[in-house]
């Protein structure tokens, strides 16, 4: 069931009542648990927080509070598992759903018992879950009619004739039904894809219990910045999204004069360059996957071009390998104007990088966009130091603790583990291309990381791992310049822990819209394998675990499948 | 809608009775005015060196308040923004009350021989310093102790030293301590400085800072109340002429309050939650004792 | 000299007790038996010299007063021995003080520890513990408990913890990480909640800070 009224059909179910949170394990549901639990804790709601990083982990949280708590809000999960069969024993239980994996299980959106709620933003929520309602409908309410123009029939035999007649037509049309409703939810199941952040309707509702501040947009806005950057949403979307933003923005700052201490967040045009304000510009230009897809700063060539294009913009090699705040002040002035130069364009192909984005100011620090807050707060996130069970929660909470708006320490170490992530990505995509490991097998690329690779702690979860697959598909199509590259999806296969690997797929480069068909792919392909040989753990149905001796088989079946 | 002290949004008015020695009907007293005599007594107990007389009914009167407002509370709508509001307060006179008796504690467990033997010594008629728990409480603690004493050291001493000698364990409250307070009704004291005896006057609202032993007595009457530096005023301000005295010779502060300092209004709590929360509903933040 | 090792002992524990300031420092076992066997030699020869006196004074004089002994030993000689037992009895009140000082002392840390840490001590507080002091901890825990239960008993009201409610209260409800596995726990409200190892609840105030001096959950700033 879809609610409605934020405020009305969920906050104020929730008080007087024992929550239990169950959040999952990326930047969207830590910036939604922040906005939420921040609410929760000024109107003295008892609640937990119970972050998972899997299905088994949702499982086991679910059990072990299943006699104490009688609200659930389940955040970026469970919205594609059937809840009622998930979740054993639901009686005099509420879960709401707020998640912004697409598509939406049947059983949750036609819930009768009124028991899942889902929360989302969407007018029209999803069109090809409609049509299968209406056909449900129709078809029903068909056999209904049918069954009742039987009873008042009198005559016995010719009732009798007749319904044989009317059950042979019944039994047709049912047939006939049933494969219109399986082609139609093959049809919206195929594609996997995401919604807006669901940040966006935390701030929705912080908005309409009217406790809204600037704070909760500031951390919306790193959110939206995640479905930028990991490329869940597509660009128009974005820019249409950070409008919205704005416009809170506007709503939320106060006419007069705000204290220096308070947070000031402003939409900008800024250059593109990933952490660039804590770092120093010649590395973030190298590492960031934009521009070094463009430059090509992998190679000596490409290194060679770089030197030169500094030279022409007119900055000096050791400023720009110094700290961007220690470096010259004329210099950064300069810096600001350069990349707008159209020698850039002509010469070295190097264009579009700036993007509008969100900036935070607060005391007498210097500014955070809200990519370097999205990365702090990702790195922390997937923190490799502390992997292990039991340890999720001290890195969401690491994490929370980051957007907070007094926390400095925190987030200037996740800065600093920021640049190593970014630093690992970059030569672990250099090390693809100067192997050649990237090849096209079939209908995708494929790419394999070689088990001692020291950079592989990295990634053991889910953002990071999308982002390098990323990276290396967009490196790829430019380092070989063959047009067909940039048409086919690229799958990636990385070591995990106890013999496992990680595998994930994304869509081809040349495709606007994510829509990534590898969830329901990867899903088929479990089934044709050895029970346990595939584990599709992660939330997220692109990426799933594939035991060590069965995973050459595994790229088989789907080079098979991808013809 | 006001908010009283008593919990409920219904409840109102007279809760507790008092007996007074004269009369022979109880005199009726609001709950709110219990509180302020506790709060009193307890920064009369926090301040001052010695065990005060306790303040038996105040106590029972709040303890019982306490239970009722529980009953309260949870009777109450979960989503009016008052409800935080009182259960703050509910834990904010829990604390008073706790407060109160755990300063009283640790002054009986520190002096707790000497407190024993002025109750030994006490006669019928006087009234006791102690709460009945309290006595019951150091009976127990200095028979234990003494025990202890006797079982590790004293029986392997020498025959000639084992005698358990009280007056080694006493410990006197520091009478020659030095304490702010405020007076409240006109008085006269004399106070002996370097061998000198001078008369201070005190006078209505002031602050001084003197020792505690020659104001003491003013205490119990309930003349002087204790306070910290920064205390507020009571609500009546008079106007005094600079008393004529011998500055340097005293040993006591004046410290003349200016007429424009208000009291600010206690307000429930300076947390940035609260003042969100009541922004939210857009009501005035309500201002409880 | 006498009494310096008693002495030393006193310093010793003053040291120790500002050094530490939220434990029990080792008990000086040796110490404390090199006191007493001071003690027992100094009252063993007091107790020779002092019948010695009595031998050289009329055997009528001698009292009990040590003081009477004293003076009537001036008048007979026996000064030398006179002044020795004054000097050997001061010395051995002295070791008394010091050594009761020394006890005493510990017994207030003691005491503080109930306050600080709880009513079960960890491991290395009760190492450092005699068995006595292990006692009258045990002892002291429940004149305390029978204390804070009987407080407004006469009113109806079920006694009042004292060890709660330490600092004036800034919310009544309280976000905290959970340390240690410590099964079920029921706030005010009465619905019971499970406390698994590192989850995250914000719950009534009820009890947290029994649970912080345990150790079982940790307040998170935020």
Same mark, same amino acid.
């Given at each position: ?6 405020? @009305? ?26 906005? /939420? ?57 509420? $879960? ?110 912080? =908005? ?8 909760? !947009? ?70 960031? &996957? ?75 620090? &210097? ?82 990381? +070689?088990? #001692? ?31 067909? =590259? ?12 106890? #013999? ?64 | ?105 640790? @002054? ?49 001493? +020498?025959? !000639? /030293? ?39 006057? /005190? ?10 032993? &020659? ?34 010779? $005293? ?39 | ?113 109930? =306050? ?57 409800? $309280?976000?905290? @990480? ?45």
């Amino acid at each position: 069931m879809l609610v409605k009224h934020l405020r @009305k059909d969920f906050y104020e179910l929730l008080f007087g009542k024992r929550v239990l949170i169950i959040a999952n394990f990326d930047i969207d549901s830590v910036c939604t648990v922040k906005i /939420l639990t921040e609410l929760l804790k000024i109107d003295g709601i008892s609640f937990s927080l119970c972050p998972v990083d899997g299905i088994t982990a949702m499982k086991q949280a679910y059990s072990d509070y299943r006699e104490t708590v009688s609200v659930f809000v389940l955040i970026n999960c469970g919205i594609a598992l059937d809840i009622r069969a998930f979740f054993d024993n639901l009686k005099n239980k509420l $879960v709401f759903v707020l998640d912004y994996h697409r598509p939406v299980h049947v059983n949750n959106f036609y819930d009768e018992t009124n028991q899942i709620r889902i929360l989302s933003l969407d007018d029209n929520f999803d069109e090809g879950l409609d049509s299968d309602d209406d056909g449900d409908d129709d078809d029903e309410s068909e056999i209904m009619d049918m069954g009742d123009s039987e009873d008042e029939d009198g005559s016995r035999r010719r009732g009798r004739k007749r319904k044989r007649r009317n059950e042979h037509d019944r039994e047709r049309r049912r047939a006939v039904w049933k494969e219109k409703r399986n082609e139609l939810l093959f049809e919206y199941t195929q594609f996997c894809y995401y919604a807006p952040p669901s940040s966006l309707v935390a701030l929705e509702l912080s =908005w309409a219990i009217s406790r809204g501040d600037i704070q909760y !947009v500031w951390w919306t806005t790193v959110a939206l910045t995640d479905a930028l950057l990991l490329e869940k949403l597509p660009r128009s979307e974005y820019v249409q999204k950070s409008t919205e933003l704005s416009l809170h923005i506007a709503r939320e700052a106060s006419t007069t004069e705000t204290p220096r201490d308070c947070l000031k967040v402003n939409f900008e045009k800024d250059l593109c360059f990933l952490l660039y304000r804590h770092w120093n510009l010649y590395d973030s230009i190298k590492m960031t &996957p934009h521009s070094a897809c463009m430059l090509k700063s992998w190679s000596l060539k490409g290194e060679g071009r770089f030197h030169e294009m500094l030279g022409e913009l007119g900055l000096p090699q050791v400023e720009c390998h110094r700290k961007y705040a220690s470096m010259d002040v004329r210099c950064r002035k300069k810096v600001e104007r350069a990349f707008s130069e159209p020698v850039l364009r002509d010469k070295y192909n190097f264009n579009d990088v700036t993007v509008g984005t969100f900036i935070s100011e607060i005391g007498f620090r &210097p500014a955070f966009s809200a990519f370097d807050s999205h990365l702090a707060c990702l790195a922390l996130l997937e923190n490799p130091v502390l992997n292990g069970s039991g340890n999720v929660v001290d890195n969401f909470l690491d994490s929370l603790a980051a957007l907070s708006k007094k926390q400095f320490d925190t987030l200037d170490r996740g800065i600093g583990m920021a640049k190593t992530h970014l630093t690992a990505m970059y030569n672990q995509v250099k090390e693809f291309l100067s192997m050649n490991v990237v090849t096209p097998r079939g209908g995708f690329l494929y790419v394999q990381m +070689p088990e #001692g690779s020291p950079n592989v702690c990295y990634f053991r979860n889910t953002s990071f791992l999308v982002f390098l697959a990323q990276f290396t598909q967009r490196a790829a199509v430019s380092h070989v310049r063959n047009r067909r =590259w940039s048409t086919l999806p690229l799958v990636l296969c990385a070591p995990h822990l106890s #013999g496992y690997w990680v595998i994930v797929g994304i869509k081809p480069l040349s495709l606007e819209l994510p829509k990534n068909l590898f969830g329901k792919l990867f899903e088929t392909l479990a089934i044709k394998m050895t029970d346990g040989a595939v584990l599709m753990d992660f939330l997220d149905p692109h990426i799933v675990l594939v035991h060590g001796d069965h995973k050459d088989k595994f790229i088989q079946l789907l080079e098979a499948c991808m013809v | 809608m006001d908010i009283s002290l008593n919990g409920g949004d219904d409840q109102g008015g007279p809760v507790d009775n008092e007996e007074d020695d004269d009369d022979d009907e109880p005199i009726v007293v609001t709950s709110a005015e219990v509180l302020q005599r506790l709060e009193h007594g307890w920064m009369n107990e926090k301040m001052s060196p010695e065990l005060l007389p306790p303040l038996e009914q105040e106590k029972d009167a709040m303890l019982g308040q306490i239970k009722v407002m529980e009953r309260n509370v949870t009777t109450l709508d979960k989503r009016d923004v008052r409800t935080d509001i009182h259960k703050l307060e509910l834990e904010r006179i829990k604390f008073v009350v706790v407060s109160y008796m755990r300063t009283r504690f640790f @002054k009986v467990q520190r002096m707790s021989f000497t407190l024993y033997e002025a109750e030994m010594k006490r006669s019928r008629n006087q009234e006791s310093i102690l709460f009945k728990e309290e006595f019951t409480f150091l009976k127990n603690l200095v028979t234990r102790t003494a025990d202890y004493f006797k079982a590790t050291l004293i029986s392997k001493m +020498p025959p !000639v /030293l084992q005698k358990f000698e009280i007056k080694k364990f006493r410990v006197l409250p520091q009478f020659d301590a030095f304490v702010f307070f405020r007076v409240l009704q006109n008085q006269t004291v004399q106070v002996e400085v370097n061998d000198e005896i001078l008369t201070i006057e /005190l006078e209505e609202g002031d602050l001084h800072f003197m020792r505690y032993e &020659p104001i003491a007595h003013l205490l119990a009457g309930g003349a002087i109340h204790l306070s910290t530096l920064k205390a507020n005023p009571p609500s009546r301000h008079h106007h005094h002429p600079h008393a004529a005295n011998d500055d340097d010779k $005293v040993n006591a502060l004046k410290i003349r309050e200016e007429q424009g300092a208000l009291s600010s209004p206690q307000k429930i709590s300076h947390h940035p939650q609260w003042l969100r929360k009541l922004e939210g509903t857009g009501g005035e933040c309500p201002h409880l004792i | 000299m006498f009494g310096e090792r008693s002495f030393e002992l006193v310093k010793d524990v003053e040291r120790q007790m500002t050094g530490c300031v939220t434990g029990v420092p080792t008990y000086d076992e040796n110490g404390v038996r090199q006191v007493l066997d001071e003690m027992q030699l100094l009252f063993d020869q007091n107790q020779k010299d002092y019948n010695r006196i009595g031998q050289k004074v009329n055997q009528n004089d001698v009292t009990e007063n040590l003081d009477v002994t004293m003076n009537s030993s001036t008048s007979t000689g026996a000064q030398g021995e006179a002044a020795g037992v004054y000097l050997r009895h001061t010395a051995l009140e002295r070791n008394k003080d010091c050594l009761l000082a020394y006890m005493s002392t510990r017994l207030e840390r003691i005491r503080d520890l109930r =306050w600080i840490k709880g009513s079960v001590l960890p491991e290395a507080d009760q190492n450092n513990m005699t068995e006595q002091e292990l006692q009258y901890f045990t002892d002291y825990n429940k004149i305390l408990a029978n204390y804070m239960r009987d407080i407004g008993v006469d009113g109806d009201f079920d006694g009042l913890d004292l060890t709660e409610h330490m600092e004036p209260p800034k919310s009544h409800m $309280v976000y905290f @990480k959970v340390l240690k596995e410590y099964g079920e726990f029921e706030p005010e409200d009465g619905k019971i909640i499970v406390l698994r190892k590192n989850c995250v609840h914000h719950l009534p105030k009820y009890q947290c800070e029994t649970l912080i001096r345990q150790g079982v959950i940790e307040i998170l700033t935020e």
